[in-house]
């Protein structure tokens, strides 16, 4: 089963930063939107941030001063950088394509904020 692989997630005290990763076989990537997507506890997983293969990104409002979302299209590898975590932020992040496909999501890492 192909699956993407996210990693670089911990615990982290508010106001710090973290840079998630996220890689997979190239024919996931290649020519896609690319997207982060996070479910914090008790809530629906929502899409958090993507990025096509040009370039074009998309970060939703409510983070969009914090997190940005680079790739690099060589390595086939997503990244989401977050600056400024809050405790609102602890949540388990995937990627996945946008839109996303079931059989892609991946075991997601955990983002723990501490206030």
């Known amino acids: 089963q192909v699956q993407l692989v996210e990693s670089g997630g911990g615990l982290v005290q508010a106001g710090g930063s973290l840079t998630l990763s996220c890689t997979g076989s190239g024919s996931i990537f290649k020519a896609n939107v690319m997207g982060w997507y996070r479910q914090g506890p008790g809530k629906e997983r929502e899409l958090v941030a993507s990025?096509?293969?040009?370039?074009?990104?998309y970060v939703v409002p409510s983070v969009r001063a914090r997190f940005t979302i680079p790739r690099d299209n060589v390595k086939d590898t997503l990244y989401l950088q977050m600056n400024d975590l809050k405790s609102e932020d602890t949540a388990i992040y995937y990627c996945?394509?946008?839109?996303?496909?079931?059989?892609?999501w991946g075991q997601g890492t955990q983002v723990t904020v501490s206030s």
């Open positions: 990025i096509g293969s040009g370039g074009n990104r």
């Open positions: 996945n394509r946008r839109p996303p496909r079931q059989e892609y």
